[in-house]
């Protein structure tokens, strides 16, 4: 899966860096369903309060973000790196996660 490969990518060259997902399970999903991130070593948060999801985001040094609505605001307030899927209102300094020439 494509968050997957990003978390290994970035682990060759950021070796220290924290990685969290996080996601709800919108009361049927089971936590388990998060487990093969938790096997690579992420901090799952799950069903969380989302101003402080928001403010997670925003302050990320690197926000792998979703495609989704839930992660625009914080992408828009994020000043660090932002990775997205490459699509829909995007801004124009955020990486592409799709781009095999990305660094």
């Excluded at 070593?41 to 495609?67: C, P, Q, S, T």
Aim: aromatic share 16%.
């Amino acid at each position: 899966e494509w968050y997957f490969q990003l978390i290994d990518h970035l682990k060759v060259h950021l070796p220290d860096a924290e990685f969290h997902a996080f996601s709800s399970t919108e009361g049927f999903f089971k936590s388990s369903v998060f487990d093969p991130f938790r096997q690579r070593g992420v901090e799952v948060h799950l069903d969380g309060f989302l101003l402080r999801d928001w403010a997670f985001f925003a302050h990320a040094k690197v926000f792998i973000m979703a495609r989704s609505a839930f992660s625009l605001v914080p992408g828009y307030l994020n000043t660090h790196c932002v990775i997205d899927e490459g699509r829909g209102h995007r801004l124009p300094e955020w990486l592409n996660g799709h781009d095999p020439g990305r660094p």
